[in-house]
């Protein structure tokens, strides 16, 4: 009784499995580094256009970033994309919400100080914070 | 000693009330919603792993690899316990989409990968990492600070379920606990499940590659980790619900008590139960529900039993064969002792019903539902017929209300009478159908014959319900297979648990 509603079911979630597979594989994709224009109110910070990376040779587990790489345009900084130290998935991903939190603060602000340090990553939040200063200073040249 | 009278049917009678055959678009749909459900979960997890970056990483390095699949492996774990606890909530959708029979049969086969995939989460996530550290065990950790502790859970919720399932999964065990050791034992599995949450929340890789949307103790959760634990609290909310609050509610709303208690043949009693308005319970004949009788000794053990007369507001009737455990206990009820019930369960109903005839197969107790079934469901003189299986003439049960549908009503009683026709009673046994007694001259029982005798070429106008002991009922169906009667027209279903 159940053999063609399950037959048909089953091919009608499959299609759609697939379908929200692919979704989900592009939004992925799209979530981590995107540019991010800058809103009508926000002031100029007035830096040199173009792409400026700091990059760390330290290896320390609390100093998890590698290169970051501030992108100015138009004066206004528009992205911050950061490599971390190691491809170990633990670090990379206790590290990625902290930094994504920071990098949104820091572009909506235009600015690397008075960022809100995560807690339990401050370490992380310490080093991004330097980091992007140091990328700002070389911006500001 | 079998009267194997051939049931000589009237022809229908066209103004005769037909089956209610919408009942099998019902439960089609039913059907389909329960597996619609399993989908979306599916769906939902394996997305979580893609839109956590699961595909993008996954080729980067080796280490990496592994840890990946393993991750994935966890969150295929984690779904399999989410519909470990689906399934068994009780929740009516699955009781009556899937029925009891295909719930445990996917629930052992479920059990048995989520085991598997449960170590291969380990496995993976303890091989990448220690690869991608250079096999330092401690080199990962630091700077992980507090969220560690929730592995200490995860390890902690995995042995509970671990120890639990694998005791439960003995055979010699399982024949010698009851019910309700078994199922108490089960909830350990659950607690287990419940204390890995954690750990996925806040170690797993997939919800960490947002932007947190609020702290939870100073730790970040995205939106996934909260659509994640929104699919948890379906899951245990479901079986919080349907487990232990509508049954408490139930008790207090309808407030059941023992009426009257009576011998019904040789070995069994009747037990009637009264209460306030019954039938919002939604009872249909057929159905059973687990019994707990209040104020005896032993009141926490349960015992399923299904209902023996189609049930009325104000009336319930079980009919128990008194054979041990809790049902020596049964006969020595009194009246007025209050009544627990879970329920009602089950897929069997006339809703099932796809033809004209019923053939209804009743061995021991199992004459309460088929008697309640028919009853309850409309059919003309002689398209319907029940076999009584006992071992002996006064063990019958119900034989009043057979007597009464026979003389009423026109049904058609096949008395099958004689001690088993299994190698364990070698003075009766001939051989052939295990369902029915030996023939007295010694040949082998040949079953399939009579059942198409019985059936009368009409395989696709013909119900077949059972109910008895399940290793009669399987022989019964494996007749009925070979007597060429579709599989979508035997309705049967056992308390297994």
Known sequence: MHKSVKKNMNIGFGIAAAGVMVASYFAAGQSQFPTVEPGPDTPNPGLADGEFTITNDETAQNRPIRALTLTVDNGYMVNIVVEYNDENRMSHNLNTPTVLQLRAEALEEQSAEDLDFVSGATGTSQQFAESLQAAIDQARG | ?497
């Open chain 2, 1 to 497: 000693m079998t009267e194997h009278a051939s049931p000589e049917y009237t022809r229908y009678d066209t103004d005769f009330p037909r089956p209610r055959v919408h009942g099998i678009n019902k439960a089609k749909a039913m059907y389909a919603a329960s597996l619609a459900v399993v989908w979306i979960f599916c769906i939902a997890a394996a997305a979580i792993w893609v839109y956590g970056r699961g595909v993008q990483t996954l080729f980067t390095s080796f280490p990496r690899f592994l840890q990946n699949v393993g991750g994935l492996a966890g969150v295929v774990a984690a779904v399999l316990m989410m519909f470990q606890v689906l399934f068994m909530s009780r929740f009516p959708l699955f009781e009556y989409g899937f029925g009891r029979d295909i719930i445990v049969r996917v629930h052992k086969k479920v059990g048995y990968w989520s085991f598997w995939m449960i170590l291969a989460h380990a496995a993976l996530l303890v091989g990448g990492y220690n690869i991608a550290a250079d096999f330092n065990p401690w080199a990962g950790w630091t700077g992980t600070g507090t969220l560690l502790a929730t592995l200490i859970f995860a390890i902690v919720g995995v042995l509970a379920i671990f120890i639990a399932v694998i005791f439960l999964s003995l055979k010699k065990i399982k024949s010698k606990i009851s019910y309700d050791v078994w199922y108490w034992w089960h909830m350990v599995s659950w607690v287990g499940a419940l204390i890995t949450v954690p750990h996925q929340i806040f170690l797993g890789a997939s919800f960490r590659t947002e932007v947190p949307v609020g702290y939870f103790l100073g730790y970040p959760v995205t939106r996934l980790a909260i659509f994640w634990m929104i699919m948890w609290v379906i899951v245990f909310g479901a079986a919080a619900v349907w487990r232990f609050i509508v049954p408490v509610a139930n008790y207090f709303k309808y407030g059941m008590r023992v009426v009257e208690v009576k011998p019904d043949g040789a070995r069994g009693i009747d037990v009637i139960v009264t209460g306030k308005h019954l039938d919002r319970l939604g009872t249909k004949a057929g159905q059973f529900f687990n019994w707990r009788f209040l104020g005896s000794k032993g009141a926490i053990r349960s015992n399923w039993f299904s209902v023996s007369m189609p049930p009325t507001s104000d009336r319930l009737r079980i009919c128990v064969r008194v054979v041990g455990d809790g049902t020596q206990r049964m006969a020595k009820l009194k009246p007025g002792q209050r009544v627990f019930v879970e329920g009602p369960y089950g897929r069997i109903s006339g809703d099932l019903r796809t033809g004209h005839r019923m053939l209804m197969f009743a061995g021991g107790a199992g004459a309460g539902p088929m008697v309640s079934l028919l009853t309850d469901q409309d059919w003309a003189p002689g398209e319907a017929t029940l076999i009584s299986r006992e071992n002996a003439h006064e063990d019958t049960m119900m034989v009043e209300d057979i007597e009464r549908l026979v003389n009423d009503r026109g049904l058609v009683w096949i008395k099958s009478i004689g001690l088993p026709n299994i190698p364990a009673f070698p003075d009766n046994y001939s051989g052939g159908s295990s369902w029915l007694p030996a023939n007295e001259d010694g040949t082998p029982v040949d079953g399939v014959s009579i059942l198409r005798e019985w059936v009368a070429g009409e395989v696709d106008n013909v119900d077949v319900f059972l109910c008895g002991p399940p290793i009669w009922m399987d022989s019964v169906i494996a007749d009925l297979k070979k007597a060429g009667v579709p599989d979508h027209n035997v309705h049967a279903e056992s308390f297994v648990f």
